[in-house]
């Protein structure tokens, strides 16, 4: 290859580099190290110098990558069977776990079926791209706030896509009613939004589901281990549960470990195992993340402390940073938002966080969230103590007063009407 030609790849890439950095978007890792039993707390490490920082932004919403349970759990299993699965799920990587833990989610969710993935993005990006591709001239019904793994599935099968407003109803009926009836359809949604903290109508999207003969699908993934007397998600919570056709979950966030799963009908989960190609052509998941996984599903079907703990600590830094005139986006879920609307003031207000309070919080900007949304995403749990959440709502308004950011929350209210949406 030619010197020039060489140059080129190297600036092309350096020049996208460049862009991100222009728009204030280009992402730095936070480099942390969690320690056992010192969870919201971690060692932050930055050009060799390294110091405590309160971790205000994970999604181990309830502490349960540190639970005692889950941890024996893995350990057992590791010693017992090893490391690797050693295969495919078809080609002798189907351990014990997987059966147990696939019984277990469906159990978890009252479906016949559960089915396992390495990750909850590629539990949807598989099981909406291969239900969709099936299903001949199916018509795909997607919320535009979904996730990035489920626009991946609903792109991947070719379908004829309809995108409604967010959590709006009536614009999800005009675009039912405009296809043929006969047609197969699948309306796809979430049930929190893990960036705004709302919850979908999701007995008004069933009953649609039914008048329009559509498939439901929802992924509960900031929901599962979280709401429902037995962590079933928004779903068991609101009795909805037996009126969704397949309900996704993760077991990365609330569950504290990793991989994904769907849960539904029988023939529909076989389906998904037999003809989707990001779960057949992949090593499965290891014995030590499914036993860990399991006991964490099974300790939180049981166990309401973490749910009532996490709710009461919510509750709490909602009303602090609020009576402290900042201006959080009300919602109904465990998520606390804070919009700032600008990337590089959102980044900057993140690093002073970090550099002057040792408090973690990322900023999160486009893609993640559409452009002039920009936000800190505050995430509490059963572990931040009083002393933590004073702490936040002290920083947060030193960081604001230097920054000159608004305190105005009713600027932030009709955010949404200025956001540029993305088809
Ligand atoms: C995080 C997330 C996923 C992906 O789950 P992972 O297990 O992290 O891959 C899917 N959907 C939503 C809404 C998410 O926030």
Redesign the pocket.
């Known amino acids: 290859m030619s010197k020039e030609i060489k140059s080129y790849y190297d600036n092309f890439f350096q020049n996208r580099l460049e862009d991100l950095h222009k728009e204030g978007r280009y992402r730095v890792f936070a480099d942390l190290e969690r320690k056992v039993g010192n969870f919201p707390k971690a060692t932050y490490r930055d050009g060799g110098t390294s110091r405590e920082v309160t971790i205000w932004c994970s999604?181990d919403y309830l502490g349960m990558g540190q639970n005692e349970k889950v941890l024996k759990a893995s350990c057992d299993a590791i010693n017992s069977c090893g490391s690797g699965a050693g295969g495919t799920r078809n080609i002798s990587g189907t351990t014990h776990y997987h059966v147990l833990l696939e019984e277990s989610l469906a159990d978890l969710h009252n479906k016949e079926a559960g089915l396992l993935f390495t990750?909850?993005?590629?539990?949807?990006e598989a099981a909406l791209s291969t239900l969709a591709k099936l299903l001949p001239d199916c018509a795909i019904f997607s919320d535009e706030l979904?996730?990035?793994?489920?626009i991946h599935g609903i792109k991947g099968s070719s379908s004829e896509k309809y995108i409604f407003r967010h959590n709006d109803v009536a614009h999800l009926e005009k675009l039912l009613s405009s296809v043929e009836r006969c047609r197969p359809k699948i309306i796809a949604f979430?049930s929190?939004?893990?960036m705004d903290g709302d919850i979908a109508p999701i007995k008004e999207i069933c009953d649609l589901a039914e008048k329009y003969g559509a498939m439901t699908y929802i992924?509960e993934?900031?929901a599962v281990g979280m709401y429902g007397k037995r962590g079933g998600g928004i779903a068991e919570e609101r009795g909805l549960m037996d009126r969704i056709d397949i309900i996704?979950g993760?077991?990365?966030?609330a569950f504290g470990v990793?991989?994904?799963y769907i849960t539904g009908k029988k023939a529909m989960i076989d389906v998904v195992r037999s003809y989707a190609s990001s779960f057949i052509f992949t090593t499965s998941l290891p014995p030590a993340v499914l036993a860990g996984a399991l006991a964490s599903v099974e300790h939180l079907k049981q166990s309401q402390i973490e749910r009532m703990q996490h709710k009461e600590r919510a509750n709490k830094t909602k009303a602090c940073l609020k009576a402290a005139g900042i201006p959080v986006i009300d919602n109904p879920s465990h998520i606390v938002p804070i919009m700032i609307g600008d990337p590089r003031l959102c980044k900057q207000a993140s690093d002073l966080l970090m550099d002057k309070h040792d408090i973690y919080v990322q900023p999160i900007n486009y893609p993640t969230v559409p452009r002039g949304t920009e936000r800190l995403r505050i995430t509490p749990s059963p572990l931040h103590s009083d002393a933590d959440i004073e702490h936040l709502k002290n920083s947060i308004c030193a960081v604001w007063e230097e920054l000159n950011l608004s305190f105005d929350i009713d600027k932030n209210e009709d955010y949404r009407d200025n956001i540029v949406r993305i088809a």
Request: hydrophobic letters at 25%; proline letters at 0%; aromatic letters at 8%.
């Open positions: 999604n990750s909850g993005y590629i539990s949807n979904n996730h990035a793994s489920m979430e929190i939004y893990s992924d993934v900031h996704e993760t077991l990365g966030k990793v991989g994904g």
